[in-house]
């Protein structure tokens, strides 16, 4: 399974902008796939998460409300639509994925996740 993260960029603050990590070798459908974030000088943080069904998504706290996971089958492709951006929001943003036993099945941490992309950078100016 390989993860090609893109569409990071600089913004500013109250700004949008769409994150897309299209995937290849795997069956959306027995996978899981994540949105994390890493600041400067911080860990990484899980973002958002969509199921093997593509049915369920959960977001963090911090972003609930303003981002959004969503996928499309047809191109392999997970995205990750980002409203109303903070300069906090300032991070590398990887995609993620697993393989999971059941296609309703979220995870949410660093450790959970086996695939990863490269990364994409996002500044969102004050």
């Known amino acids: 399974v390989q993860l090609q993260a893109s569409g990071g960029g600089l913004v500013q603050a109250g700004g949008s902008l769409r994150l897309s990590c299209a995937a290849s070798?795997?069956?959306?459908?027995?996978?899981?796939s994540g949105w994390f974030r890493q600041a400067p000088g911080k860990g990484r943080e899980f973002v958002a998460v969509?199921?093997?069904?593509?049915?369920?998504?959960y977001c963090a706290d911090s972003v609930k409300g303003r981002f959004y996971i969503s996928r499309d089958g047809a191109k392999n492709t997970v995205y990750l639509q980002m409203n109303s951006l903070k300069p906090e929001d300032t991070a590398v943003y990887f995609c993620?994925?697993?393989?999971?036993?059941?296609?309703?099945?979220?995870?949410?941490?660093?450790?959970?996740?086996?695939?990863w992309g490269q990364g994409t950078l996002v500044t969102v100016s004050s």
């Open positions: 070798g795997r069956t959306f459908s027995n996978y899981a």
């Open positions: 993620a994925a697993r393989e999971v036993a059941y296609s309703s099945d979220l995870y949410y941490t660093v450790s959970d996740y086996t695939y």
């Open positions: 969509i199921s093997g069904s593509g049915g369920i998504t």
